[in-house]
Each structure stands twice: as C-alpha cells, then as structure tokens.
C-alpha cells in the first residue's frame, strides 16, 4: 500500500487547512486510516483515525477543531483543521491500517503562525 498526503502549507492562527492523502495498491476491505503529526523536538502522536465505516476518533487537544472524514471510492483520508493554533504545527503523517500492516505516508508540513 502506497499513501501520497497533500495540502499542507502557512496558514494564520485562527485559519484553516485540509488535508488529503490517497491510498493505492492492495486495499483491505476493512481498514482504519489516520493522522498523526510530530512537532519539533517531540516525539509523533495521534490526531485521530476513522474506520472504514466512516467511525472517527479524535486525540484531546484536536477534538472540537479537527474533522476526519474519508472516501472509501476513492480510498482517500482527508483531515479539516479549523481554529489552527501555534502549537498544531507540525509534520503530518497519514497511515493505513489493513490486514495486519500498517503503512505511512510521506508526510507533509502544517505551519501555523502569523
């Protein structure tokens, strides 16, 4: 499974930005597809996942401003970010979790400041 993740960029605090990142190659029925991100200097964590059946979840510090939500026709994750704060900078990775593997994408750089 290959994912490309695109869209990330300089955006203000207060502003917005979506992510994408598309899946190809032997996709399971049955999968989860997520985010994560790492900041500078910190060691990577979870943003949030969604099942195939369209069930997210989301880590603490981006519930209430980040949206997950995927295309199973097009086999792609997309990650809305609203209310972008400082501290949501980072490189985000998106990752696929089918038949017992798990694959990450290239990564793509979210920076927020003004």
């Known amino acids: 499974v290959q994912l490309q993740a695109s869209g990330g960029g300089l955006v203000q605090p207060g502003g917005s930005l979506r992510l994408s990142c598309a899946a190809s190659?032997?996709?399971?029925?049955?999968?989860?597809m997520g985010w994560n991100r790492q900041a500078p200097g910190k060691q990577r964590e979870l943003v949030g996942s969604?099942?195939?059946?369209?069930?997210?979840i989301y880590a603490g510090p981006v519930k209430g401003r980040f949206t997950i939500s995927r295309d199973n026709a097009k086999n792609t994750v997309y990650l809305q970010m609203n209310s972008l704060k400082p501290e949501d900078t980072a490189v985000y990775y998106c990752w696929y979790d089918g038949s017992g593997s798990k694959y990450w994408g290239q990564g793509t750089l979210v920076t927020v400041s003004s």
């Open positions: 969604i099942t195939r059946g369209g069930i997210p």
């Open positions: 190659g032997s996709i399971s029925s049955s999968n989860i």
